[in-house]
């Protein structure tokens, strides 16, 4: 089960642009909280708080976290996050409730064990992840923590799809129409044409080609002798 972290939000009384800009103006961040069967409703949060819970590590927007509202308990999963194009600091969030029997789309991170069980990866071959993160449809209440792929027995060319993977219960892909690949081994890369070894000490270069259709330079002609001198 993916861990759930508590979060710290407050409700916003103020609403539409002029509530937001005071939001910000006051160091938090306005959002909102919605989905399940009660209506959607304004909250905020310090800007502190929500920077932390971004850097705080994993994908933020599939992260699991538990808020307070109106005096009651509730899991959320962010959706979105808009940030500054200048700063670079959130002014809006939004947080999606996850009630009891509701399901939800999320990004998995995948982690792969047994390297040193793979034929192709002991004879220098290279892990090639095609997908750090799958998105799967999760139950609320059995969302995972990360994806498992087994490289035992992978040789060359071998590639580990969706189907390898052991999915928790009521746990499917999003993409169900194929088999998608996850990794594959790719044999080591062969270093290109090996340089041209240098003549040996002493041996004379060969002499330079002329290009095709045209003739070598002739010599260079010796110098006329002296004219002999009269008597």
């Known amino acids: 089960m993916a861990q759930v972290r508590p979060l710290k939000i407050q409700a916003r009384e103020r609403t539409g642009t002029g509530g937001a800009r005071a939001t910000r103006r006051a160091g938090l961040v306005p959002g909102v909280v919605y989905g399940g069967k009660d209506a959607p409703a304004p909250i905020a949060i310090e800007t502190r708080e929500l920077e932390k819970a971004i850097t705080g590590g994993g994908r933020f927007t599939s992260s699991l976290f538990e808020v307070e509202i109106g005096g009651a308990k509730t899991r959320v999963v962010p959706r979105a996050v808009q940030f500054d194009p200048v700063t670079d600091r959130p002014v ?7 009630e009891s029997g509701s399901k939800v789309s999320l990004f998995i991170p995948v982690r792969f064990v047994n390297h040193e069980a ?26 995972p923590t990360e994806l498992v792929g087994d490289l035992t027995g992978l040789n060359f060319n071998d590639s580990l799809h969706i189907s390898a993977f052991k999915l928790p219960e009521g746990v499917t892909p999003a993409i169900r129409n194929r088999d998608f690949t996850i990794a594959s081994i790719a044999p080591p ?17 060969p002499a330079a080609k002329a290009p095709a259709g045209k003739a070598a330079p002739a010599a260079k002609a010796a110098a006329p002798a002296a004219p002999a001198k009269k008597k």
């Open 92 to 98: 809006h969030f939004d947080l999606f409730r996850l």
């Open 118 to 143: 793979s034929p192709g990866l002991k004879r220098s071959g290279v892990l090639n992840v095609v997908r750090h993160e799958v998105e799967l449809i999760c139950p609320a209440d059995n969302i």
């Open 189 to 205: 890369s062969v270093k290109g044409l090996e340089e041209e070894a240098p003549a040996a000490e002493g041996e004379a270069a």
